[in-house]
Antibody, heavy 120, light 112 residues
Framework: EVRLVESGGGIIQPGGSLRLSCEAS????????MSWIRQAPGKGLEWVSL???????FYADSVRGRFTISRDRNSKMMFLQMTDLRAEDSAIYYC??????????????WGQGTLVTVSS | DIVMTQFPASLPVTPGEPASISCRST???????????VDWYLQKPGQSPKLLIY???NRASGVPDRFSGSGSGTDFTLKITRVEADDVGLYYC?????????FGGGTRVEIK
């Protein structure tokens, strides 16, 4: 079965930190590219970050310096460490994988998402 | 960043009739290899997005042939030959040419 399962969302105060996790099924462990994409309530999609299987990372300007993406292929997990959270970071966070291998950004598989709410 | 603009924002459709969504980018998404780096996604109500079309005109696995992508350069179109009730939702175009990948604002397809 091809699955991505996110966890770790919740309600957090501004300035706080949160760590999101994404567990990949066996098939997707071999995926070279995995990303986090977010969707604020009632809004469109915003790419957040990408990690290569070799560890190289990329970030959206809006999160660079505050978020850190990482991946542990041995445990089939991907993580997003979020610090200095702001109200505008409130969103559903999806993990997604590109198994097609052209650009890293053809998101063929998505998880169900985990909701992050930043509020005092 | 490359800006993607979709139109219309809302598209009422009649089942069995064709439908078309347009997407325009602020710079060319076509490379010298003639590949257009634009993808299309459908987000059904309450669900995660699903890849429909990648690299301009390639249908993703399991996507019915009612869906097709076309266009080049800065202007792209997603066409549905015969809309079905299950096709309702938000359609997004996205450019995968540059980091960051950027999405259009979405087109909401609804049944008349």
């Amino acid at each position: 079965e091809v699955r991505l399962v996110e966890s770790g969302g919740g309600i957090i105060q501004p300035g706080g930190s949160l760590r999101l996790s994404c567990e990949a099924s066996e098939f997707l462990v071999r995926s070279r590219y995995m990303s986090w994409i977010r969707q604020a309530p009632g809004k469109g999609l915003e790419w957040v970050s990408l990690v290569y299987s070799g560890g190289r990372t990329f970030y959206a300007d809006s999160v660079r310096g505050r978020f850190t993406i990482s991946r542990d292929r041995n445990s089939k997990m991907m993580f997003l460490q979020m610090t200095d959270l702001r109200a505008e970071d409130s969103a559903i966070y999806y993990c997604a994988s590109d198994t097609l291998g052209y650009t890293g950004y053809e998101f063929e598989f998505w998880g169900q998402g985990t909701l992050v709410t930043v509020s005092s | 960043d490359i800006v993607m603009t979709q139109f219309p924002a809302s598209l009422p459709v009649t089942p069995g009739e064709p439908a078309s969504i347009s997407c325009r980018s602020t710079q060319s998404l076509q490379q010298s290899n003639e590949i257009n780096y634009v993808d299309w996604y459908l987000q059904k109500p309450g669900q995660s997005p699903k890849l429909l079309i990648y690299l301009g005109s390639n249908r993703a696995s399991g996507v019915p042939d009612r869906f097709s992508g076309s266009g080049s350069g800065t202007d792209f179109t997603l066409k549905i030959t015969r809309v079905e009730a299950d096709d309702v939702g938000l359609y997004y175009c996205m450019q995968s040419l540059q980091t960051p990948p950027t999405f259009g604002g979405g087109t909401r397809v609804e049944i008349k």
